[in-house]
């Protein structure tokens, strides 16, 4: 089955980055796109950011454009997550996804069925 490991959250303050790496097994890596989503406390999960299968697309929620950064290593089986000039309001558990079928850029919950454990972004202020 497939399997999703996330590493690299943290706590980091306002302005800091970090950067996250998602391990993948139990799937043609290279054959699917990748995603992160995150989820505040009290919140729903919400989409963060999507990556083709090739690396050549990809796609941003508004809140995260032009800070964000996704990236993937098909060598490597690995889809990362830059984050740059973080802010409290992006504390959340960040989880690594793969898509349930061959989407090109998917971004919408539904869309995915694998699951990382999620690793925690502490941003203070």
């Known amino acids: 089955q497939v399997q999703l490991v996330e590493s690299g959250g943290g706590l980091v303050q306002a302005g800091g980055s970090l950067r996250l790496s998602c391990a993948a097994s139990?799937?043609?890596?290279?054959?699917?796109?990748m995603g992160w989503f995150r989820q505040a406390p009290g919140k729903e999960r919400e989409f963060v950011a999507t990556?083709?299968?090739?690396?050549?697309?990809?796609y941003y929620a508004e809140s995260v454009k032009g800070r964000f950064t996704i990236s993937r290593d098909n060598g490597k089986n690995t889809v990362y997550l830059q984050m740059n000039n973080l802010k409290p309001e992006d504390t959340a558990v960040y989880y690594c996804t793969a898509p349930r079928r061959l989407y090109r850029v998917p971004n919408r919950d539904e869309e995915f069925g694998s699951w990382g454990q999620g690793t925690q972004v502490t941003v203070s202020p």
């Open positions: 139990g799937l043609t890596f290279s054959s699917y796109a």
């Open positions: 990556i083709s299968w090739s690396g050549g697309d990809t």
